[in-house]
């Protein structure tokens, strides 16, 4: 079988960005989206400062992320190892943008020419209106292998039927070829010099590799062997270009879907299991429904592609988003039903399609690989927790408003109390497991700037409240009306702030410092990273 791969020689690479040129040429890509692009990193200090040139682009990964989370199969990975978008099928959602680890996917949402309002001829016909509104990314240029293929010429080694960014290196510092095959010349460079893949330990085994040094450790290749077993330096300093950077993908629109969808299933789950004790409560199951439908418009207005929505059910198998979609289509064709009919079979199937509805959410989020706040594991206790909580603070604040609390409050109370604390608990978990574990300097800074209000307005005061309204008479319910408030707007207040302040991407890292001639060799460098 054939595995298409590059390899990049560090100690070859010049920082001259010929690649880069030649891959905007190939594929007309608007001003600010590179396809193909140049690192340049700087380590150590002076006197004992390193530079290296790292060519980065899609990494075309054996476990493409981008692949398992495209809710219409736009994203495809051929069985050579290419991984492609079908424009006519993506929708636009940015799911993929924010599930590659190596910021290698765009959304362009309109047409851009480098000289602003004015478009030079050149632009206008290149322009691909195709790609408006839609994921794109490197192909690796697959039409020039594919063309090559059939017309006998071998990629790699026929300039036409090898990648633009490979075929226009002027140092001989990129290659391309089958890594599937002994022979050829990827795999004999492979074999002859000591390499990295970039996060390698995200587990997606990306296809390009970075040579550094000489498989030979002799006197001129590698003067020092520590390089070999030394760690990759993680310093918090930034690095322009390099250092994780805020997405920008997902505004406060994909974060109003986690909001108000959170809590409208929260809500009508809350209202659901009150209405088995009490008199039935179908104006909060309807406010729940119309939480959740006012999330999913909100998402629709995010969309590039918002008219081909219908195409996001394409991939139950895999993708969280179409999950969602599928349980939400669920919730609303059965709880309408219920509501009507008073149907408990049906109210009880829309109870657990509410469930799934909140479940798919917290896993959306943890399966975005790219952000690492987000793919932590732990958030999804902590974003399941979340949304029931809202819920059931808002019941407490509806059925306070409208003089409807039942006479024996006291099952709400310590609902609301048992869900704080699991609140608590999984965000504790969640602060943890980063602290632990490492994550981008951005992110820890502006989760711990949120942490005193989240734990103090959003635990520590509803939870005095709560107990407060247990022995302050006629004031309880106003007391505990204050705390569903509380609970509701810092919940809200926390995914806002993760989807849209936290949301640090990966950025760049680099295991190794190439070997230049006969120096040495030295550990890489991931900048703007807490150290774990």
């Given at each position: 079988?054939?595995?298409?791969?590059?390899?990049?020689?560090?100690?070859?690479?010049?920082?001259?960005?010929?690649?880069?040129?030649?891959?905007?040429?190939?594929?007309?890509?608007?001003?600010?989206?590179?396809?193909?692009?140049?690192?340049?990193?700087?380590?150590?200090?002076?006197?004992?400062?390193?530079?290296?040139?790292?060519?980065?682009?899609?990494?075309?990964?054996?476990?493409?992320?981008?692949?398992?989370?495209?809710?219409?199969?736009?994203?495809?990975?051929?069985?050579?190892?290419?991984?492609?978008?079908?424009?006519?099928?993506?929708?636009?959602?940015?799911?993929?943008?924010?599930?590659?680890?190596?910021?290698?996917?765009?959304r362009v949402d309109a047409p851009a020419s480098a000289y602003g309002k004015k478009t030079m001829r050149h632009e206008a016909l290149l322009e691909n209106p195709g790609r408006i509104g839609v994921s794109q990314k490197c192909t690796f240029c697959v039409?020039?292998?594919?063309?090559?293929?059939?017309?006998?010429?071998?990629?790699?080694?026929?300039?036409?039927?090898?990648?633009?960014?490979?075929?226009?290196?002027?140092?001989?510092?990129?290659?391309?070829?089958?890594?599937e095959d002994p022979d050829s010349n990827v795999s004999r460079l492979l074999a002859e010099n000591k390499h990295f893949r970039m996060h390698e330990s995200l587990g997606t085994a990306p296809g390009i590799y970075y040579l550094w040094a000489p498989a030979d450790d002799g006197a001129q290749a590698c003067k020092t062997n520590s390089a070999d077993a030394a760690p990759m330096v993680i310093q918090s300093e930034p690095a322009k270009g390099i250092?994780?950077?805020?997405?920008?993908?997902?505004?406060?629109?994909?974060?109003?879907?986690?909001?108000?969808?959170?809590?409208?299933?929260?809500?009508?789950?809350?209202?659901?299991?009150?209405?088995?004790?009490?008199?039935?409560?179908?104006?909060?199951?309807?406010?729940?429904?119309?939480?959740?439908?006012?999330?999913?418009?909100?998402?629709?207005?995010?969309?590039?592609?918002?008219?081909?929505?219908?195409?996001?059910?394409?991939?139950?198998?895999?993708?969280?988003?179409?999950?969602?979609?599928?349980?939400?289509?669920?919730?609303?064709?059965?709880?309408?039903p219920a509501i009507i009919f008073g149907s408990v079979v049906l109210a009880i199937g829309a109870a657990l399609c509410a469930a799934a509805f909140l479940y798919s959410q917290a896993r959306i989020i943890e399966r975005s690989k790219g952000i690492p706040a987000w793919r932590e594991p732990a958030v999804v206790p902590l974003i399941v927790a979340t949304g029931l909580s809202e819920g059931v603070g808002l019941l407490a604040v509806v059925l306070?408003?409208?003089?409807?609390?039942?006479?024996?409050?006291?099952?709400?109370?310590?609902?609301?109390?048992?869900?704080?604390?699991?609140?608590?608990?999984?965000?504790?978990?969640?602060?943890?497991?980063?602290?632990?574990?490492?994550?981008?300097?951005?992110?820890?800074?502006?989760?711990?700037?949120?942490?005193?209000?989240?734990?103090?307005?959003?635990h520590a005061l509803p939870a005095l409240l709560i107990v407060l309204s247990v022995v302050a008479g006629f004031m309880g319910p106003v007391l505990l009306g204050l705390a569903g408030v509380s609970v509701f707007a810092t919940g809200w207040l926390f995914k806002f702030v993760l989807i849209t302040r936290a949301a640090f991407n990966q950025g760049y890292a680099i295991e190794r410092m190439p070997a230049r001639g006969g120096g040495d060799s030295a550990p890489g460098i991931q900048p703007g990273w807490t150290v774990s």
């Open positions: 079988m054939t595995r298409w791969t590059v390899v990049a020689d560090l100690n070859r690479c010049v920082g001259c960005q010929t690649c880069t040129a030649a891959c905007k040429h190939a594929n007309a890509t608007v001003p600010g989206v590179q396809w193909r692009k140049v690192l340049d990193i700087e380590a150590g200090e002076y006197p004992d400062v390193r530079r290296a040139f790292v060519p980065v682009g899609c990494m075309h990964c054996e476990n493409p992320p981008c692949l398992d989370v495209c809710p219409t199969t736009a994203t495809r990975k051929r069985d050579d190892g290419i991984v492609t978008i079908d424009y006519d099928l993506c929708i636009g959602c940015a799911y993929c943008v924010v599930a590659c680890p190596f910021q290698a996917r765009y039409e020039r292998i594919d063309e090559g293929l059939a017309n006998g010429k071998a990629p790699g080694s026929a300039p036409e039927a090898t990648p633009a960014c490979v075929g226009s290196c002027i140092a001989n510092a990129l290659h391309f070829g089958d890594a250092s994780p950077a805020l997405q920008l993908s997902w505004d406060w629109r994909a974060a109003a879907n986690f909001m108000a969808g959170g809590t409208g299933s929260g809500l009508y789950l809350a209202a659901f299991f009150a209405s088995l004790s009490g008199p039935s409560l179908q104006p909060l199951l309807l406010l729940g429904l119309m939480l959740v439908a006012a999330g999913l418009g909100c998402v629709w207005l995010e969309i590039g592609r918002p008219w081909r929505f219908l195409n996001v059910f394409h991939h139950p198998q895999r993708s969280w988003m179409t999950r969602e979609a599928m349980a939400a289509c669920g919730l609303f064709a059965l709880a309408f306070t408003l409208a003089g409807a609390l039942p006479g024996a409050v006291w099952p709400l109370q310590a609902t609301l109390l048992v869900l704080l604390a699991a609140r608590y608990f999984g965000w504790r978990r969640y602060r943890r497991a980063l602290n632990e574990k490492g994550a981008p300097t951005g992110t820890i800074k502006v989760l711990d700037a949120a942490t005193p209000s989240f734990v103090i307005a959003g």
